[in-house]
């Protein structure tokens, strides 16, 4: 039998890996969470506003590995004149993952999920923008997801406020948001994308789930809530209470970032 002297040939017999890891390595994902964070704690967020110069407003967004830019263009004309609103403007939300952005790759064309973000981003929004004050015309708000580890929409719609605010687009409040997974009677806020997946546990069961919050925090009202799985009603009650303090840790630094982009734009003082 000819033999292909260009291959190298393999051992006969071969072992996985992580029989050769220390104990403690093998279980150190599950027992503990990336950067010593409490269940209870949010991640670092970094943000920043008016970086897309051809865009009205924009803003962009780092949540550990989890990259947004969103940019914003209006308030201009309605294209589709049979959904003009004479009394009120649109809000049209567009919410896109970047085809390297996952760890497998996308498509270019808008998926399911993109549309069910989209749909999500919209609702949770409107109620923050005063819509009334521009009739007949449409906002536009167009979010790239660079790099998804988790909390995608909670960060896309912190992302999407700060952009809008600074477009100088009316608003109620800034709207924030937070994400949880529940896992029986603990709950991790802010999950990255393992935690979120519950790769710690495949599937759902009882009293098992996701919740994503979008909170008004100077009205402390809630204008969006996103939840998937099997919860408890007390369960889900606590969930969307642990979010909005989640909420309100991130607004000090939102507003510090808004509060740098209206300085740059402000004109010099004059002599």
């Not at 996985?16 to 967020?45: H, I, M, N, W, Y």
């Not at 110069?53 to 209006?74: D, H």
């Not at 406020?161 to 603990?186: H, K, T």
Request: charged share 25%.
């Amino acid at each position: 039998m000819p033999v292909d002297t260009k291959r190298v040939r393999g051992p006969d017999e071969s072992q996985s890996p992580l029989v050769f890891l220390p104990p403690t390595a093998q279980t150190c994902e599950v027992l503990r969470r990336p950067g010593d964070r409490g269940k209870g704690d949010v991640r670092p967020l970094f943000a920043r506003c008016g970086l897309v110069s051809q865009a009205k407003g924009s803003a962009y967004i780092e949540a550990g590995n989890t990259k947004i830019m969103c940019s914003v263009y209006g308030p201009r004309e309605t294209e589709r004149k049979d959904d003009t609103d004479m009394k009120s403007g649109r809000l049209v939300c567009d919410v896109r993952l970047a085809p390297f952005s996952c760890q497998k790759r996308g498509a270019w064309i808008q998926g399911s999920e993109e549309r069910d973000l989209s749909l999500a981003l919209s609702e949770s929004m409107q109620p923050g923008v005063c819509l009334h004050r521009y009739p007949r015309s449409q906002i536009e708000v167009n979010v790239m997801v660079l790099e998804n580890d988790g909390g995608v929409l909670a960060h896309a719609v912190t992302c999407a406020s700060m952009a809008l605010a600074d477009a100088g687009i009316e608003m109620y409040d800034v709207v924030l948001g937070c994400a949880l997974r529940q896992d029986g009677d603990s709950c991790l806020v802010d999950p990255d994308f393992s935690e979120e997946r519950g790769s710690w546990q495949a599937g759902y069961g009882e009293n098992q789930g996701r919740v994503t919050v979008a909170l008004l925090p100077n009205f402390n009202q809630v204008s969006g809530l996103h939840a998937d799985g099997e919860m408890r009603e007390d369960t889900l009650t606590a969930a969307v209470r642990t979010c909005m303090d989640g909420c309100h840790k991130l607004y000090p630094v939102v507003q510090q970032a808004i509060l740098r982009a209206v300085k740059r734009k402000a004109p010099p003082p004059e002599k």
